[in-house]
């Protein structure tokens, strides 16, 4: 994945040109999707769409939901299309019922992709959560961002891609969010997993609490760099 274009604080990403990173991959091996039917590339043309990697769990994810929730409420009616891509980390987090559980409590109405099988993740070649993908309404990956942080860079990126589609309503205003509720969206369960017990602190190969899924990596916490503090990733590692 190439590197993020640089923007400047306080400029707007009409100025900036964003590369085209590869075509929007397919997410034909979701095993099941809620809140809507299966969504495929060639469907999604003429639409901007965010692709949102996720595990109901991930505190990171959770600070961001408030700011997806609010993109996808704004933005729906100006041509975007957010869908969020459910990749479990642990080994109960494969569980269908409490994953639409997580979706009907915590307020997510956009299409969200089960991709228990890890196969949507392999076809963005994806590391993290969360991570977030743009598309422009030609089905071009536009921009990517690993982690917590740049939500102003990340609306700026939709307001750039639903003007080049021709939308003439999304504006440059962006959204306020109260992001010290995002944590507060986890109350409905009782959330006992590495990730939340270690905080931010880095912690290595990590598995699930039934031991590590077969074929799949171990995962440990980076912090992201930049000028964001206190926010991080979780990124797929091998194990020892």
Known sequence: MKPHWP????????????PVEGELPSFGGATRWLNSPP????????????????????????RQL?????????????GLVVVGVHTPEFAFEHNVDDVSRAVREMRIDYPVAIDNVYAVWSA???HY???IYFADAGGLIRHHHFG??????SEMVIQQL???????????????????????????ATLRSPENY???????NFASPGGAVPGKPRRSRHSITGPFPGTGRWRNRPPP
């Open 39 to 62: 969504l495929t590339p060639a469907g999604l043309r003429g639409r901007v769409v965010l692709v949102g990697f996720w595990t109901y769990t991930c505190i990171n994810w959770l």
């Open 148 to 153: 917590e942080g740049e939500y102003r860079q």
């Open 129 to 131: 959560w969360p991570a």
């Open 66 to 78: 408030p700011y997806l929730r609010a993109w996808a409420g704004k933005y729906s009616g100006q």
């Open 162 to 188: 639903l003007a080049e589609a021709g939308s003439d309503g999304a504006g440059h205003e962006l959204v306020s969010v109260d992001a010290s509720g995002a944590e507060a969206a986890a109350d409905w």
């Open 7 to 18: 923007v400047l604080a306080g400029l707007h990403t009409a100025s900036v040109q964003l």
């Open 198 to 204: 270690t905080g931010h602190e880095r912690t290595e």
């Open 124 to 126: 963005f070649d994806n």
